[in-house]
């Protein structure tokens, strides 16, 4: 395939010249945010194609890619690679991703969640017979899964790119010799983060001498993963999975200075992304499509919307909840009877047969409506059990809940109506803590994931073997919620939407699902809102976005309420009926979406 040129620019801003894989490009500068926290923005339109990614940087790189004649899955390679650069504490090729696409005749799911290594066993996490604490667990060397990132995405490209695979390293490579600015949010998780700073490498690189680390503002090169990425844009993916670069992975993991990882090289090398058949629902107009086990988000998300079709139709929560509190009883209702099943039954389908045989048992709507018949004017606080969809093999134990940090979404159509929706993630905010450079010598690197903390850290409980327990080779589950939505009637596609946020990303594509259908609010809209979650527990409304009457009439209903920060980073694109696109990026983080 012929280079095409690439010009690599936010428009209106200053540019640097500069050649890297015989293209022309013209890096960004981009001054960043000057504050954190929630900020609400306005949404964008566009007329042909529009990328929504966590950062503007990474936004850039897919936009420019499409720009350049690239498609979808082009656009989501170049986005995930900067992401890696600019918002190393939520994902990259260290971590693991889940991919739907759709090339407007039909939609794919491309799993590449990371996988146990072959020599661990269910007592991974256990220490003279108990669970580790959850930290100690996670700043380790027996956290890191095989990385699936990079093999996923070459893996979609061989069968659905349009540009050269060198190509799409380009933005990512460039803005790490040529540096960028550092944002708000990164300087704050690195402020944040007690741990990191343990690393040798990471301390190094993204902290002074006195343990501060690197300002607002301040230029960041991150000269090791450029090497690295170049490799991987010439030789494919064999050049970080076998090689130098997976030694150091490897030497890294096993020589943890407390608690060294079984990871080997055979591990990496045989490492396969997987292609899944997607999930794809109907949900009165639309099919919503999204990704199977191991993954519980689509199945979790679309139990949650059919129990609520069961109930009485109540007035929206907007206007900061004070309208209806009814309706958020019946969501978190609905979310605890979710999560009980999601508990018992969800895990790796390699390892675990689902209930009946088939996920769709779960979904059926028979079965939903047995379960919507729970919710009660009170709540069943932690009462919640898990239903019976279909007989098992086995009789699976419930799994306690663990939560994750590190995560990020990708949304994009492009100019042929071609779709990606794409979460990817190192599981916790930096993952294991550990840096790895590649064995480049060179200051800094990608970090490697913890997503081994994803399974039960308890293999059995009452004697019952936990579906989601840690087995050699196994995929831990996931809450990650890629989805694309369909209009049944025409089949043409109406959105592409998810986010981060461990357990509650499952509460947060819930409810802009049914603020997009059934309230009418546009993309932008349907993210702007408070959230309300429970994994089966307590209550958490998010801080200073509800008004005290609303979590009181809560509480006057049974539910334990209190607030806290529920950082979604919800990225939307849809579809309106003129058949222009408009976008939203969630307002608490930094994200933007491009477009024309």
């Not at 889940?98 to 269910?122: C, I, K, W």
């Not at 700043?139 to 893996?155: A, H, N």
């Not at 206007?319 to 979710?338: C, I, K, T, V």
């Given at each position: 395939m012929s280079p095409k040129r690439i010009r690599f620019v936010l428009p209106g801003l200053l540019v640097l010249p500069i050649y890297s894989w015989g293209f022309s490009y013209e890096t960004p500068s981009i001054s960043p945010e000057s504050e954190s926290g929630y900020e609400e923005k306005p949404g964008w339109s566009a007329e042909s194609f529009a990328v929504a990614a966590a950062n503007p940087l990474a936004t850039d790189a897919g936009y420019q890619v499409l720009k350049a004649g690239g498609n979808a899955i082009d656009a989501a390679i170049a986005v995930q690679l900067v992401l890696n650069l600019v918002e190393p504490q939520s994902s990259g090729i260290?971590?693991?991703?889940?991919?739907?696409?759709?090339?407007?005749?039909?939609?794919?799911?491309?799993?590449?969640?990371?996988?146990?290594?072959?020599?661990?066993?269910?007592?991974?996490?256990?220490?003279?017979?108990?669970?580790?604490?959850?930290?100690?667990?996670?700043?380790?060397?027996?956290?890191?899964?095989?990385?699936?990132?990079?093999?996923?995405?070459?893996?979609?490209?061989?069968?659905?790119?349009?540009?050269?695979?060198?190509?799409?390293?380009?933005?990512?490579?460039t803005l790490a010799e040529e540096g960028f600015a550092v944002s708000n949010r990164l300087h704050t998780s690195l402020a944040n983060d007690e741990f990191l700073r343990q690393d040798r490498l990471a301390s190094q690189f993204y902290y002074d001498a006195q343990g501060e680390p690197i300002a607002v503002g301040e230029t960041l090169k991150n000269p090791a993963l450029a090497e690295v990425l170049r490799r991987v844009a010439a030789q494919g993916s064999a050049a970080f999975y076998e090689g130098e670069v997976a030694e150091d992975i490897v030497e890294r993991v096993q020589?943890?200075?407390?608690?060294?990882?079984?990871?080997?090289?055979?591990?990496?090398?045989?490492?396969?992304?997987?292609?899944?058949?997607?999930?794809?629902?109907?949900?009165?107009?639309?099919?919503?499509?999204?990704?199977?086990?191991?993954?519980?988000?689509?199945?979790?998300?679309?139990?949650?919307?059919?129990?609520?079709?069961?109930?009485?139709?109540?007035?929206?929560?907007?206007?900061?909840?004070?309208?209806?509190?009814?309706?958020?009883?019946?969501?978190?209702?609905?979310?605890?009877?979710?999560?009980?099943?999601?508990?018992?039954?969800?895990?790796?389908?390699?390892?675990?047969?689902?209930?009946?045989?088939?996920?769709?048992?779960?979904?059926a709507p028979d079965y939903l409506e047995k379960r919507s018949e729970l919710i009660d004017e009170m709540s069943m606080g932690e009462n919640a059990e898990p239903g019976n969809p279909g007989e098992l093999a086995v009789s699976w134990a419930s799994q306690p809940e663990q939560p994750e940090y590190g995560t990020s979404h990708i949304s994009i159509v492009d100019d042929e109506g071609n779709a990606v929706a794409m979460t990817t993630t190192i599981e916790q905010a930096f993952g294991s803590r550990i840096l790895s450079d590649g064995g480049t010598g060179l200051a800094g690197g990608f970090l490697l994931n913890n997503e081994l903390t994803d399974f039960s850290f308890v293999p059995e409980v009452d004697g019952e073997p936990v579906a989601n327990r840690v087995e050699p080779g196994k995929r831990p589950r996931s809450s990650m919620s890629p989805t694309l939505v369909f209009d049944q009637e025409s089949g043409e596609l109406v959105a592409s939407l998810g986010s981060p946020g461990g357990a509650a990303i499952i509460h947060y594509t819930a409810r802009t699902l049914v603020a997009l259908r059934d309230w009418g609010l546009s993309a932008q809209e349907a993210?702007?809102?408070?959230?309300?979650?429970?994994?089966?527990?307590?209550?958490?409304?998010?801080?200073?976005?509800?008004?005290?009457?609303?979590?009181?009439?809560?509480?006057?209903?049974?539910?334990?309420?209190?607030?806290?920060?529920?950082?979604?980073?919800?990225?939307?694109?849809?579809?309106?009926?003129?058949?222009?696109?408009?976008?939203?990026?969630?307002?608490?983080?930094?994200?933007?979406?491009?477009?024309?």
């Open positions: 260290g971590g693991g991703a889940f991919l739907m696409t759709y090339d407007g005749g039909e939609v794919r799911a491309y799993d590449g969640r990371e996988t146990a290594p072959q020599a661990v066993n269910s007592d991974l996490f256990l220490q003279d017979g108990e669970p580790l604490e959850f930290n100690q667990a996670v700043v380790s060397g027996l956290s890191v899964g095989v990385p699936g990132t990079l093999r996923m995405l070459e893996k979609a490209h061989a069968e659905q790119g349009e540009l050269a695979w060198a190509e799409l390293f380009t933005p990512a490579i020589n943890h200075p407390e608690r060294p990882g079984a990871l080997v090289l055979e591990d990496l090398s045989g490492y396969e992304a997987l292609n899944r058949e997607p999930l794809c629902t109907p949900w009165q107009q639309w099919e919503v499509c999204g990704f199977p086990p191991p993954s519980s988000g689509h199945l979790t998300v679309m139990q949650i919307l059919g129990m609520l079709d069961q109930q009485p139709l109540l007035e929206a929560p907007l206007d900061n909840g004070a309208s209806s509190s009814g309706w958020l009883h019946q969501f978190l209702e609905a979310s605890r009877l979710a999560f009980a099943d999601r508990g018992r039954y969800i895990a790796d389908p390699d390892f675990v047969e689902a209930p009946g045989g088939d996920w769709s048992s779960m979904l993210l702007n809102l408070p959230h309300a979650i429970t994994l089966g527990g307590d209550v958490y409304v998010e801080e200073g976005r509800f008004p005290e009457a609303t979590m009181d009439a809560l509480r006057e209903r049974g539910h334990t309420v209190s607030e806290r920060e529920l950082t979604s980073g919800l990225q939307a694109i849809m579809r309106l009926n003129d058949g222009t696109l408009f976008g939203g990026a969630d307002p608490r983080r930094e994200g933007v979406v491009m477009g024309d």
